[in-house]
C-alpha cells in the first residue's frame, strides 16, 4: 500500500466527500477517484458504498481507516525526526473560540509566533459539537473547549482552567444598584431577572446555552435574547445599556475595572472548564507535544493571576 493512497483514502474517509477531499488535497477529482480505486484493486476490497452523490465506508472501509491513521501519523513523526530536528516544525489545525482566541491566547501566540518560527498555526473558530468532532476525524490536531464536562468520548483532554463568568450590565441600568460596592438590596435571584432584556453572543456558545436553560428551569420560557455576533460586540451593547448579559470574566475584567461596565451579584449554579483536547490514541508530532506543553503552562499561569 502507498502512503500516498492511503493519505487520499484516509482524507475521503473523513469528510466523506470525494469533490471535498480533491479541493482539500489539491487534486483534480479523477485523480482521487484513480487513487482510490488503485487502493481497492490492491487490498481486493470495496473501501466506500456508492450512494448515489452520497459516500459511506463500507465494513472493510471502517477497519482500514484507523490503520490508516496511524501509518500516516508515523510517516509526519519519522519526517519531523529526520528534518530539521533541531527546531520544531509543522503544522497544527486548532480549534478555538472567540473567547478564548481573544483573552487566553494572545501569549500562547506570541510564544510561538517569536520562539518557535517553523511551527505554522492555523486557528479554526468553531464551539463545543463542532470541535470535538473534527478531532475525531482528525480535521482537527488540537482543540479548545470551554465545557461543563471534562470527559468526552474519543478524546484525551487536559483542564487548564475553571472559567469564571459573570453577568453585567451599564452603570445606569435599573440592576446597577445591585451592582458591587453599591447601597443596594445583595444579590439577585434567577426569578429577578425574568423580565430583565438579555444580550448574548449565539446560540450553540456554552454559557449562552446553559444559562438559557438555567432562566428556562426557574423561569419558563427566558425573554428572548437579543443576539450579538461576537463577544465586543455583546459588551458594547451591554455598555450602551441594551440589557445584561452573562461572560467570562476574563472578557469583562478591563471593562469592570474602568467602570464601563457594572458586575451584577448573581451566581451561576453551573460552572465550565477551558480544557485542551486530542483525539484519543493520536499518536502526537513533536511540535504537537509542545504546544500542549507551552499551552498548559500559560494558560495555568494567566488564569492564576488575581482578577478584580
Not at 516544525?89 to 506570541?110: D, Q
Request: glycine content about 8%.
Amino acid at each position: 500500500m502507498e502512503l500516498r493512497l492511503l493519505i487520499t483514502f484516509e482524507k475521503v474517509a473523513t469528510v466523506l466527500s470525494f469533490t471535498q477531499a480533491a479541493a482539500e488535497l489539491k487534486y483534480a477529482q479523477s485523480s482521487v477517484t484513480s487513487q482510490i480505486r488503485s487502493l481497492e484493486s490492491s487490498l481486493g476490497a470495496e473501501l466506500f458504498d456508492r450512494l448515489g452523490s452520497r459516500i459511506r465506508l463500507t465494513a472493510a472501509g471502517e477497519r482500514l481507516l484507523p490503520y490508516a491513521r496511524q501509518i500516516i501519523e508515523l510517516a509526519d513523526e519519522a519526517r519531523a525526526a529526520v528534518v530539521d530536528a533541531g527546531e520544531p516544525s509543522g503544522a497544527i489545525a486548532v480549534g478555538t473560540m472567540e473567547s478564548l482566541t481573544s483573552y487566553r491566547l494572545p501569549p500562547l501566540l506570541e510564544l510561538f509566533h517569536h520562539r518557535y518560527p517553523k511551527v505554522q498555526l492555523s486557528l479554526r473558530p468553531t464551539l463545543g459539537d463542532e470541535t470535538r468532532q473534527a478531532l475525531r476525524q482528525g480535521t482537527y490536531d488540537v482543540g479548545f473547549l470551554m465545557e461543563r464536562e471534562t470527559a468526552h468520548q474519543g478524546l484525551e483532554t487536559e483542564v487548564l482552567a475553571q472559567e469564571p463568568l459573570v453577568l453585567v450590565c451599564s452603570p445606569t441600568h435599573p440592576l446597577a444598584a445591585h451592582g458591587a460596592g453599591s447601597d443596594g438590596a445583595g444579590s439577585l435571584a434567577t426569578g429577578d431577572l425574568a423580565a430583565v432584556q438579555l444580550v448574548g453572543t449565539e446560540p450553540g456558545c456554552p454559557y449562552r446555552d446553559l444559562f438559557e436553560d438555567e432562566l428556562r428551569e426557574r423561569n419558563g420560557a427566558p425573554p428572548p435574547f437579543m443576539e450579538f455576533g461576537t463577544i465586543e460586540a455583546t459588551k458594547r451593547g451591554v455598555a450602551g445599556g441594551l440589557g445584561v448579559a452573562l461572560l467570562p470574566r476574563m472578557a469583562v475584567r478591563d471593562e469592570l475595572a474602568s467602570g464601563v461596565l457594572v458586575a451584577l451579584p448573581w451566581e451561576p449554579p453551573f460552572v465550565l472548564h477551558t480544557q485542551l483536547a486530542w483525539r484519543s490514541g493520536k499518536r502526537l508530532p513533536a511540535h504537537v507535544r509542545l504546544f500542549i506543553e507551552q499551552t498548559v503552562r500559560l494558560v495555568r499561569e494567566q488564569a492564576a493571576e488575581p482578577v478584580n
